[in-house]
């Protein structure tokens, strides 16, 4: 999660800074989530660390949360639990989103529209 973490973060900054290849929309498997073994090990095995079926969901979830935070665009999932709960979550976060920038003038100033 580090390595990815750090690659998207500077993917997007040069995409920003102009960069035209790192210029785009940015995609990422989050299905990598998988490969953990906290993902996939049997409750026989760990037993405490609970059912397996909860846990790849879990770790699906939160690297894709975790990716967006850097920029990801597009989550491509292997569950669909977990790309339910994505999808609402990031829902939820969106529709919060135009209240909180409207009281703070945000949309005035990225339109340029001068306030009275």
């Known amino acids: 999660m580090e390595y990815s ?3 998207y ?3 997007r900054v ?3 800074l102009g960069e035209e290849d790192l210029a785009y929309p940015i995609s990422g498997g989050t299905t990598n989530a998988w490969g953990a073994r906290e993902a996939w090990m049997s409750e026989k095995q760990v037993p405490e660390w609970g059912l397996r079926q909860y846990r790849g969901p ?3 979830i ?3 949360l975790s990716l967006s935070l ?3 665009d597009l ?3 292997f569950h ?3 790309a339910s709960y994505v999808k609402e979550i990031t829902g939820q976060f969106f529709a919060e989103i135009p209240k909180v920038m409207d009281n703070l003038g945000y949309y005035d100033w990225v339109s340029a529209r001068i306030k009275k």
Request: net charge neutral.
């Open 58 to 60: 879990i770790w699906e």
């Open 75 to 77: 989550a491509m999932m």
């Open 14 to 16: 040069a995409g920003l």
């Open 9 to 11: 973060q500077r993917m």
């Open 80 to 82: 669909p639990v977990s």
């Open 62 to 64: 939160i690297n894709a």
């Open 70 to 72: 850097v920029g990801l």
């Open 5 to 7: 973490f750090s690659i």
